[in-house]
């Protein structure tokens, strides 16, 4: 079997995706369920936070517990109880309603986010609206997903490599279906029910617990999904939504193959973007001496051959380097001469953010990215399409797409092999129209660079809405709210007064790479904590 798949995975790689986007035109999911009953509105009674981080704001939050169906096809049968926040508006007369914040993810916390991100919200926006988050479902305080534990997680991603051998392809297959099955053994209560579908149902029903006749919504990254989905299924309930880094839902949802070929591809572009400006601009970045793209690669196989030991005694490998690269690369391009500086410091075996294992931490974030997607979507269970596609993807992205591609289990772009032996089922994925008819417009932006949820997505979601309005950000980086001065003041228009941009804004104020002088620890980006930026251009 693992010939065949190695074999199949050096198609080329053009031939490959159109096979693939033929083969799964219109892939079906589980039929979608009625309810007999409407599920009971839950009761909040509020309190202060446990548990929630020692360092963020925190002051002036209060939290509560929601029980909500755990299968809506039951709506009063078991429940699950998702944890909540909010802070309210100081001046309860004048209030415009509720802004619920969703991180992205999937696999970050609601309730963490609302209370980092606060202070980073525009004055106008803290006085006008209750914030709201929550731990969506599977989630941190909402009912954590296990598949691997921590002890399975580290060897696999200890032992994985940044230029990986033959038969990596085989064992990333092989994997998938080990974790696929140990999601099924230790979270088989759970795992059917942790898709979008009944999350956007969840946020309907804190709406009414809440007391609100609609909802004003800021969702970025996964969160654009989850505003997506409950858009569609309650458009009359939507008073403002921004939907930031967004998905092109059909496609994710249905298309999975060719939805996650445009993601290596992205994160592909924006990685050799960086490295050419090492290139053209050597002192500023300090990597590889003007030919920065050989000496990435000289990088990961050195890590391969002679791994860094961490202070944790875990190795950091030239898959370490892969995998935090990408997630750092979604900051932008005002951090390249950072990430440069990483890149020397990796080279010369000295401590980096880039050499930083995946941790326990990581691992919960990674268990849930992984499973909340397999419930969405649907890919074919044919394991030969599986290697096909796979060796495709690793093809069209040379820089990080072998090490991610080939990986085990993680983030979005290498979901394939455990979704496509997923054995639960999913009556929580959402299958119906995306184009929430009826509803509020629906702001959506999309950065051009963006290295994780493509441009195209954005202008797709924008085109499938029907009164979806694109608000364009030229830049680097992943997401656009804060990190531009023009895209937040239109943003923050819209949310407060309900005005939109005009047709075809396009942003272009993104900040330029600087000279190194924040601590590292100000701008390297942890996969287990989304947080609004400060808007950085209005403090200069």
């Known amino acids: 079997m693992a010939d065949d798949l190695r074999k199949r995975a050096v198609w080329g790689t053009s031939l490959v995706l159109v096979a693939v986007t033929a083969l799964l035109g219109g892939a079906p999911g589980a039929a979608a369920a009625t309810p007999l009953?409407?599920?009971?509105?839950?009761?909040?009674?509020?309190?202060?936070?446990?548990?929630?981080?020692?360092?963020?704001?925190?002051?002036?939050?209060?939290?509560?517990?929601?029980?909500?169906?755990?299968?809506?096809?039951?709506?009063?049968?078991?429940?699950?109880?998702?944890?909540?926040?909010?802070?309210?508006?100081?001046?309860?007369?004048?209030?415009?309603?509720?802004?619920?914040?969703?991180?992205?993810?999937?696999?970050?916390?609601?309730?963490?986010?609302?209370?980092?991100?606060?202070?980073?919200?525009?004055?106008?926006?803290?006085e006008a609206f209750d914030v709201v988050g929550y731990d969506m479902r599977g989630v941190r305080r909402s009912g954590q997903v296990e598949c691997w534990n921590d002890t399975e997680y580290s060897a696999a991603?200890?032992?994985?490599?940044?230029?990986?051998?033959?038969?990596?392809?085989?064992?990333?297959?092989?994997?998938?279906?080990?974790?696929?099955?140990?999601?099924?053994?230790?979270?088989?209560?759970?795992?059917?029910?942790?898709?979008?579908?009944?999350?956007?149902?969840?946020?309907?029903?804190?709406?009414?617990?809440?007391?609100?006749?609609?909802?004003?919504?800021?969702?970025?990254?996964?969160?654009?999904?989850?505003?997506?989905?409950?858009?569609?299924?309650?458009?009359?309930?939507?008073?403002?939504?921004?939907?930031?880094?967004?998905?092109?839902?059909?496609?994710?949802?249905?298309?999975?193959?060719?939805?996650?070929?445009?993601?290596?591809?992205?994160?592909?572009?924006?990685?050799?973007?960086?490295?050419?400006?090492?290139?053209r601009n050597a002192a500023a970045c300090g990597f590889g001496e003007g030919r920065p793209r050989q000496a990435f690669e000289e990088l990961k196989r050195s890590l391969d051959a002679d791994p860094v030991i961490t202070a944790s005694g875990r190795p950091a490998t030239g898959y370490t380097l892969a995998y935090r690269l990408m997630f750092n690369i979604n900051s932008g391009q005002e951090i390249w001469p950072y990430l440069g500086e990483a890149l020397r410091a990796a080279q010369a075996h000295r401590g980096s953010f880039l050499l930083s294992p995946p941790s326990p931490a990581s691992f919960d974030f990674l268990n849930v990215n992984t499973a909340v997607e397999c419930a969405d979507r649907a890919y074919p269970s044919d394991r030969r399409l599986l290697g096909a596609a796979v060796g495709a993807h690793v093809a069209a992205a040379p820089l990080l797409g072998p090490p991610i591609g080939l990986g085990p289990p993680a983030y979005d772009h290498n979901h394939a092999p455990a979704c496509a032996q997923w054995p639960a089922g999913r009556p929580s994925r959402y299958e119906g129209s995306y184009r929430a008819a009826g509803s509020a417009p629906i702001?959506?932006?999309?950065?051009?660079?963006?290295?994780?949820?493509?441009?195209?997505?954005?202008?797709?979601?924008?085109?499938?809405?029907?009164?979806?309005?694109?608000?364009?950000?030229?830049a680097e980086g992943h997401t656009a709210y804060n990190r531009s001065a023009c895209v937040s003041a239109l943003t923050t228009a819209y949310l407060a007064a309900l005005a939109l941009p005009a047709r075809g804004t396009v942003c272009a104020d993104e900040a330029p790479p600087e000279s190194p002088g924040l601590r590292t620890a100000d701008i390297a980006v942890d996969e287990t904590r989304d947080v609004i930026p400060a808007l950085r251009s209005a403090a200069r």
């Open 157 to 279: 991603v200890d032992a994985a490599r940044g230029v990986p051998g033959p038969g990596a392809l085989g064992t990333a297959v092989r994997q998938g279906l080990d974790f696929a099955g140990a999601c099924g053994e230790r979270s088989a209560d759970l795992v059917p029910f942790i898709g979008t579908g009944s999350n956007a149902r969840d946020l309907d029903l804190l709406r009414e617990a809440l007391g609100e006749q609609t909802l004003s919504f800021y969702g970025r990254s996964f969160g654009s999904y989850v505003g997506t989905v409950y858009a569609a299924q309650f458009p009359r309930r939507v008073r403002a939504m921004v939907l930031d880094g967004a998905y092109d839902p059909r496609r994710y949802a249905d298309v999975p193959y060719s939805y996650d070929a445009g993601q290596f591809v992205a994160l592909d572009a924006a990685v050799g973007r960086f490295l050419d400006w090492c290139a």
């Open 37 to 126: 009953a409407a599920p009971p509105v839950p009761v909040l009674v509020w309190g202060p936070c446990d548990g929630a981080d020692a360092e963020g704001p925190g002051d002036g939050f209060e939290c509560a517990t929601a029980r909500v169906p755990l299968d809506y096809r039951e709506p009063t049968g078991r429940t699950l109880p998702l944890s909540v926040t909010r802070r309210l508006a100081p001046d309860r007369a004048h209030r415009t309603g509720v802004l619920v914040l969703h991180p992205g993810g999937p696999g970050n916390s609601g309730v963490d986010f609302a209370r980092d991100s606060y202070a980073a919200l525009p004055v106008s926006l803290r």
């Open 443 to 474: 702001l959506v932006l999309g950065t051009t660079g963006d290295p994780d949820t493509p441009y195209r997505d954005a202008v797709a979601l924008a085109a499938t809405l029907e009164r979806g309005r694109l608000l364009t950000f030229a």
